[in-house]
């Protein structure tokens, strides 16, 4: 993982003692809340409904056993025990005090890290594939170009006020596992002609009040000039973006407006007159933040083949989550091990300070000391060799991190919610509970199959309610909490913005209503290996539709429909 120099920390030290002044001129009233209030958000510190939250940033979601640890320390120290963790592959610390937040900064500059462009008109963190670098599909690893986004981007003068928030999200692989279609730039590295490997550029991405499914800007952009290009879209937004009206302000609507082929136009004449050499990464740059992910060879574990089938015939919980929750290595003998962080009951995303520790302990000792934040909220430990599966997973149980339900319909995607928010309309964070205990049992969520449930509190979406195979977003229906539920999205390749299924429910109808909707794709479903936004795209909504609001089939179960695919 990438490694800070003396530059990178003076420049974060100094940084948060710039914003030590800040909070102590604010805190003397030399400062307003409408004058500190731009200030704060520059280094991620959002007044919420009942105490300020720290937004963390981590950048592609590459986190050490070091910075973990220091992150469990916030939690215990300055907030009330935990973190949470995001869909912007970050964390937040929900309960935080003004007068401490100095302190904070300074102890997460002490481990290479920081809270700067986690929130305001900026470019956000970059994300990535949370297996980057070690997912067997890959072309390259994005983490390099992820990194050089961050460096360009930082306090970039011409980008850090734009018209609204920028998100840039990369992936090197076969599969889109960072959601690339779904951001203002999408970026996936492809092979061209002779075996280069150049970028494919999608724009104009998002969810949101208004959201849209990224268009290509170019098929391939050689890596030596990406920086120009982007700069050349970045321009054209940066010039043409609404500043008059918050709610189309992003680049998505730019790009709608204008048509992708206009945009395009507009960004080559922009990318023709620009400095190139000025902009474009130097070789010597690129080879020095290239050598901070190059890692030597995996060592050579022995066979364990033998010993992992003996536990998963006698062990059915650890043969469950050897299942679901580990994925293939480009390494052989090697694992990537995705830590839940949804048992059901407990809070999305949320984690406490010993699971932390707990995590951080067993990257120490299993996986390099590195961890990974997926944008599904969970953890992963990159690199396990495989006869250390066990191992880890016995750690895991300890402190009840074994769920076993990676991408299942209990691994839901959920934001804070009406319970933290003041921009939500209503509460993610108990719906997420109630539904998560319908499906508890792990043997029916197995047997319902890869299923993404996400939920929003509003409609900005910070849930991603737009591409969960059944979104659920919460809305203010003449004073009290209802939820529109949407089928059918998905923010893989094939990308899709859910559907409206009907009129919305209240809070104590939802439950019911999944269990619905669920039923009803058990009865449809061709198979079992057939998923359900596969089978949503076969047989449309109206049986859904249907199930939910036709009174007499509301008492169609979850039982008998996992009968009748058995038939």
């Known amino acids: 993982m990438y490694k800070y120099d003396d530059f990178d920390r003076t420049f974060v030290a100094d940084r948060a003692q710039q914003f030590r002044d800040q909070v102590g001129r604010r805190l003397a009233g030399d400062l307003t809340e409408e004058q500190f209030k731009p200030l704060r958000l520059q280094n991620g510190l959002y007044l919420q409904l009942h105490a300020y939250m720290l937004r963390v940033a981590i950048p592609y979601g590459v986190l050490s056993s070091r910075q973990l640890r220091q992150l469990a320390l916030i939690a215990r120290k300055w907030d009330r025990g935990f973190g949470h963790f995001t869909t912007r592959q970050n964390i937040q610390f929900n309960w935080i005090k003004l007068d401490d937040a100095p302190d904070i900064l300074d102890a997460l500059a002490s481990v290479d890290m920081h809270a700067i462009q986690t929130s305001g008109n900026c470019v956000r963190n970059v994300t990535a594939d949370p297996y980057a670098g070690v997912a067997n599909d890959e072309i390259e690893d994005p983490r390099i170009w992820a990194e050089v986004l961050r460096q360009w981007s930082t306090i970039h003068p011409e980008f850090t006020f734009l018209p609204r928030k920028f998100k840039i999200a990369i992936t090197g692989a076969a599969e889109d596992r960072a959601a690339i279609l779904f951001h203002d730039i999408g970026l996936k590295l492809v092979s061209g002609a002779k075996g280069a490997i150049g970028f494919r550029v999608f724009v104009g991405g998002g969810q949101g009040r208004t959201p849209y499914i990224a268009q290509e800007l170019a098929s391939f952009i050689p890596r030596n000039e990406l920086l120009s290009y982007l700069e050349a879209i970045m321009r054209v937004y940066n010039m043409h973006g609404r500043r008059d009206n918050i709610y189309k302000a992003r680049i998505k609507i730019l790009v709608n407006a ?42 050579k574990r022995e066979n364990s083949d033998d010993a992992i089938k003996a536990r998963r015939l006698r062990d059915r919980n650890f043969d469950r989550w050897f299942r679901t929750n580990v994925r293939p290595h480009r390494v052989t003998g090697y694992s990537t091990v995705n830590i839940s962080f949804k048992k059901p009951g407990k809070i999305p995303g949320d984690a406490t300070a010993e699971q932390m520790e707990v995590v951080a302990e067993l990257a120490e000792r299993f996986s390099f000391e590195e961890i990974r934040v997926t944008y599904q909220q969970n953890l992963a430990l990159p690199s396990v060799a495989i006869a250390d599966l066990m191992s880890v997973y016995d750690g895991l149980v300890v402190a009840q991190l074994e769920t076993a339900n990676t991408e299942l319909i209990t691994d839901i995607i959920a934001c804070p919610g009406l319970d933290f928010c003041n921009l ?31 939920i929003s509190g509003c409609i900005n979406a910070c849930g991603h309610h737009h591409v969960g195979n059944i979104g659920i977003l ?84 979850i039982d008998s429909a996992l009968e009748v695919t058995h038939v």
């Open 258 to 299: 204008l048509g992708i082929d206009e945009f395009r136009r507009q960004v080559e004449s922009h990318w023709g007159e620009l400095d190139k050499a000025s902009i474009n990464l130097p070789v010597a740059e690129l080879s020095r933040i290239t050598a901070q992910f190059s890692q030597g060879p995996l060592p």
């Open 424 to 454: 939500a309309n209503a509460r993610s964070i108990g719906i997420a509970q109630e539904i998560a205990q319908l499906f508890a049992d792990p043997s029916i969520a197995e047997e319902i199959g890869p299923l993404r449930l996400n």
């Open 474 to 557: 919460g809305v203010d229906k003449k004073g009290t909490e209802h939820y529109q539920i949407t089928l059918g999205g998905s923010p893989k390749d094939d990308a899709a913005i859910g559907e409206i299924v009907g009129p919305s429910f209240p809070a104590e109808q939802v439950p019911s209503a999944i269990r619905a909707i669920v039923a009803t794709y058990l009865s449809q479903r061709i198979s079992p290996s057939e998923t359900f936004v596969v089978a949503y795209g076969r047989i449309g909504k109206d049986p859904f539709r249907s199930a939910l609001y036709d009174a007499p089939k509301l008492s169609h179960t």
